[in-house]
């Protein structure tokens, strides 16, 4: 059996290597790798605004990933944005906007990180705490430049994430933002503070369908049970289709 094709969607920014500096379509290399060391193929999606796009790539994919970046237009949730909310990607919060509606309609599995997961939520119908710090009154989900905060999670038993992470980790965090409500989705892991760090498709009238967000990255860690569990859901997608 062939190996699945996971997509990947990808920031578009202004870039330098080599002798070049311009706009770039990229992506963190961890994602292809964590993507590919778990049996995967994985494919780079750059945001596209042709009528139809999302269809087509969907039709050819067998899984995919929302990754990670910029924080989601407030508009989106009809909110006003925070003074902390800056460098939204309308064009890219459309085309995964897009991508999610086709996967739906064909059941395709899917992992949304860190961003992925708020875009999944104001996607269904939620909305965001747009700084996590005026919640808790730490900056450990994100603290600063380049870095991630090192956070426990708590998983909910008997959940899909739960079983594919355990009860208890660490993982690693880099957001400001977070879920604040999420139709349509179980939430399935906390932080102690509690902030909400992962949320599952609710399972009645949706099948087994594979349909999970987490606020931290899993492609950052050694434990890449989410992406595994994300592979084998793509692999099984593709064998009854």
């Known amino acids: 059996m062939a190996a699945p094709v996971i997509g990947l969607t990808t920031y578009r920014e202004d870039a330098a290597w080599g002798v070049w500096q311009q706009r770039a379509d990229l992506l963190p290399t961890q994602y292809a ?16 605004a042709q009528t139809g796009a999302a269809d087509a790539v969907v039709a050819r994919l067998d899984g995919l990933v929302i990754s990670g970046g910029a924080d989601v237009d ?10 902390r909310t800056a460098g939204w990607r309308p064009d890219r919060d459309a085309w995964e906007v897009a991508l999610l509606d086709a996967a739906e309609a064909v059941g395709l599995p899917v992992l949304g990180v860190c961003r992925g997961m708020q875009v999944m939520a104001v996607r269904a119908g939620g909305s965001l705490d747009q700084h996590v710090p005026d919640l ?17 999670v708590v998983t909910t038993p008997g959940t899909r994430v739960a079983g594919l992470v355990g009860e208890r980790l660490s993982v690693n965090c880099h957001h400001h933002q977070s879920v604040r409500t999420h139709p349509g989705y179980d939430a399935v892991a906390h932080a102690p503070d509690g902030t ?26 050694a434990d890449v049970g989410l992406l595994a569990g994300l592979v084998r859901a793509a692999a099984a997608y593709a064998a009854e289709r």
């Open 196 to 221: 909400l760090e992962a949320m599952e498709l609710s399972q009645p009238g949706a099948g087994d369908r594979f349909c999970v967000g987490v606020q931290w990255h899993p492609e950052t860690a």
């Open 136 to 152: 808790v009154g730490h900056e450990g989900h994100s603290p600063g430049g380049d870095a991630f905060g090192a956070v426990d």
């Open 74 to 83: 407030p508009e989106r949730y009809a909110d006003a944005a925070h003074p």
């Open 33 to 48: 790798a964590a993507v590919e060391a778990t049996g995967g193929v994985p494919v780079l999606l750059a945001p596209v």
